[in-house]
Nanobody
Framework: QVQLVESGGGLVQAGGSLRLSCAASGSIFSLNTMGWYRQAPGKQRELVASITNGGSTNYADSVTGRFTISRDSAKNLVDLQMNSLKPEDTAVYYC???????????????WGQGTQVTVSS
């Protein structure tokens, strides 16, 4: 079992910054991928950014250049630095942990409870 606890959400004006943090605990395997997803009302949950144990990152086109994901594997922490925030970034942000089979099939997947990010105009 893996537990994920998010923090750092809040209300910010357009152009501002927030830093989200996710702390993982439990039976954590060294080979894993962690990341952030978000879901706005009436929309599908979408990937924001992910990072492997080796440091390989993946970003949504809409956040590339504005957001930065990082991790401290020794401490089982993953952060998302969000700069130049836009109203369309408003959503509930969820931390994710999973492992991969054949480099693409997810298993042992866990989610945090979510943290609200609201960006005002």
């Amino acid at each position: 079992q893996v537990q994920l606890v998010e923090s750092g959400g809040g209300l910010v004006q357009a152009g501002g910054s927030l830093r989200l943090s996710c702390a993982a605990s439990g039976s954590i395997f060294s080979l894993n991928t962690m990341g952030w997803y978000r879901q706005a009302p009436g929309k599908q949950r979408e990937l924001v950014a992910s990072i492997t144990n080796g440091g390989s990152t993946n970003y949504a086109d809409s956040v590339t250049g504005r957001f930065t994901i990082s991790r401290d594997s020794a401490k089982n922490l993953v952060d998302l630095q969000m700069n130049s925030l836009k109203p369309e970034d408003t959503a509930v942000y969820y931390c994710n942990y999973h492992r991969l089979v054949l480099g693409r099939i997810r298993y042992d997947e866990y989610w945090g409870q979510g943290t609200q990010v609201t960006v005002s105009s």
